[in-house]
Nanobody, 121 residues
């Protein structure tokens, strides 16, 4: 399974970096996506990174503010979030898709349990 960390409370305009780890197995062959689910809303795609070239894809709502990168040496994938706003409040999930290629929930093979990000003053 995947394990997310780094969530917490941050003020509007602040930054936070989430981590996604895979204890006991390698992420080398997986594309990694981040999803989020805000209170009372359905889960939505935030962004993803391919397994080899590190090509990223982002939802329009976070483009220019969020950055996904991976550190293969540390077997981790990270979601750097800047200029956070209250509407970014959600539980953030990382998910892995073997070889990747698509970014829908149904295409993900493994999920983490999520980490809560709260943006509030």
């Amino acid at each position: 399974q995947l394990v997310e960390s780094g969530g917490g409370l941050v003020q509007p305009g602040g930054s936070l970096t989430l981590s996604c780890a895979a204890p006991g197995w390698t992420l080398d062959y997986y594309a990694i996506a981040w999803f989020r689910q805000a209170p009372g809303k359905t889960r939505e795609f935030v962004g993803g990174i391919s397994l080899s070239l590190g090509i990223t894809n982002y939802a329009d709502s976070v483009k220019g503010r969020f950055t996904i990168f991976r550190d293969n040496a540390k077997n981790g994938v990270y979601l750097q979030m800047n200029s956070l706003q209250p509407e970014d409040t959600a539980v953030y999930y990382c998910a892995a898709a073997l070889y990747g290629g698509r970014w829908s929930e149904d295409d993900m093979d493994y999920w983490g349990k999520g980490t809560l990000v709260t943006v509030s003053s």
